[in-house]
C-alpha cells in the first residue's frame, strides 16, 4: 500500500509539473491562459519580475492573491527604524557585490533581521541575521568557536551570506530561484528533487518542498518582499 501511495504521489507531481510547464512556457499571450483564469499584472509589476525572475502565473497568482498582507508588511518594515537600517544596509551590500539587492531580504525571511542572542551557545544551531549553520558559516569564512562567533557581526556575516548565494548561484549554473530556495531547503535536498524530476524549474521544486508547509512557500515570499519593497506592485493591478 505504501508503495502504491508514493507511485500515485510521484505520478500527481509529475502531472503537476507538466501543468507548470504550461504557465512558464516564454511567449505565450494572455488568450492561451484563457481556461486557467490567467492573471494580468501591472507593467512594473512585470517589469520588476522579468528582472528578477518570477515572471511567470505561479507567482502571479500568489502575489495577488496575497498582496495587501505583503504592502502592509512593507509598511511595518519600513516604519522600524532597526529593521529598516539592516534592510537598506544588506540590500546595498549586494548591490555593491553585483547579485541582485533582494538578496538583502534574505535575513528578514530567515530572522526577521534579528541579531539573535549572542550570550546563548548557538555552536550546533543555525544563528545570527544569515541563520548559518556553524560549518556552513566556516566555509564562508567565518569565525564560529567557543571564544568567537562572527555570525553575530553584521558586516562579516552580510559579506558571508552574500558570498554564499554566489557559490549556490554557480552550482545551480547560474539559476538564482533554485540558489535562493537552497539557502533555505538544503542544498542537498534541492538537488534530490531536481535529479528525481528531471526539471530546475525553482517553481516547481519549490511547490514540492512547500507542499506540507503552505505557510513556508520560500521563493514565493522571497520575490513577493522582493517586489513590493522595491516600491513596485502596491496600490496597483
Known sequence: ???????????RNLAILLGFFV????????????????????????TYCIITGCDNQVFYRYFYDKKARF??????????????AMRRYMTNAARAAKVPASVG???MLESSYSLGDQEKNFTQKAAGPWQFL????RDMGLVVDKHKDERFDLQKSTAAGIKY?????????NNHNLAVLSYHAGIGRVEKLVDFYGTSNAWFISQLISENHPDKNYLNK??????????SGCGEL
Open 1 to 11: 500500500m505504501r508503495n502504491m501511495d508514493v507511485a500515485f504521489k510521484q505520478l
Open 23 to 46: 504557465f512558464l512556457v516564454p511567449g505565450w499571450s494572455a488568450s492561451a491562459y484563457a481556461s486557467y483564469d490567467v492573471v494580468i499584472p501591472s507593467e512594473r509589476t512585470k
Open 71 to 84: 504592502c502592509a508588511a512593507k509598511n511595518s518594515i519600513e516604519k522600524n527604524r532597526r529593521q529598516n
Open 105 to 107: 531580504l534574505i535575513p
Open 134 to 137: 556553524p560549518a556552513t558559516a
Open 165 to 173: 548565494i554566489k557559490w549556490l548561484s554557480k552550482r545551480f549554473d
Open 222 to 231: 522571497y520575490h513577493s518582499y522582493g517586489l513590493v519593497l522595491s516600491n
